[in-house]
């Protein structure tokens, strides 16, 4: 069983930049689909953006494209998601998710595809 464990989380201003990890034990990020989304309460859970290990493409939402970029280490079974140009409503609860597929990314982040595996959730606030 894949267990993903989320860091980087934490308090930054506006405009200031973060970097969220997630980190996969149990098994490879090998022939998944890998994303990272965002929950505010009382509002829908958001893909932010998602990457397919075999070939590294990736999708990224229209609401941080050319703010938010992900990346993956896959000798390290690591994914990060760096942030940069922080806004007040990017202030959420991130979690990593991960599907054994080769389906295009923007299919875990939209949907159809499920994620089989969630971390548990790393807080980030964006305030001044």
């Known amino acids: 069983e894949v267990r993903l464990v989320e860091s980087g989380g934490g308090l930054v201003q506006p405009g200031g930049s973060l970097r969220l990890s997630c980190a996969a034990s149990?098994?490879?990020?090998?022939?998944?689909?890998i994303g990272w989304f965002r929950q505010v309460p009382g509002k829908e859970n958001e893909g932010v953006s998602c990457?397919?290990?075999?070939?590294?493409?990736?999708y990224v939402a229209h609401s941080v494209k050319g703010r938010f970029s992900l990346s993956s280490d896959n000798d390290k079974n690591v994914v990060h998601l760096q942030m940069n140009s922080l806004k007040p409503e990017d202030t959420a609860v991130y979690y990593c998710?991960?599907?054994?597929?080769?389906?295009?990314?923007?299919?875990?982040?939209?949907?159809?595809?499920?994620?089989?595996?969630w971390g548990q959730g790393t807080q980030v606030t964006v305030s001044a």
């Open positions: 998710a991960s599907a054994p597929s080769r389906a295009p990314p923007e299919r875990l982040c939209r949907g159809p595809l499920e994620a089989d595996y």
């Open positions: 149990g098994s490879t990020f090998e022939g998944h689909v």
């Open positions: 990457l397919r290990t075999s070939d590294a493409s990736t």
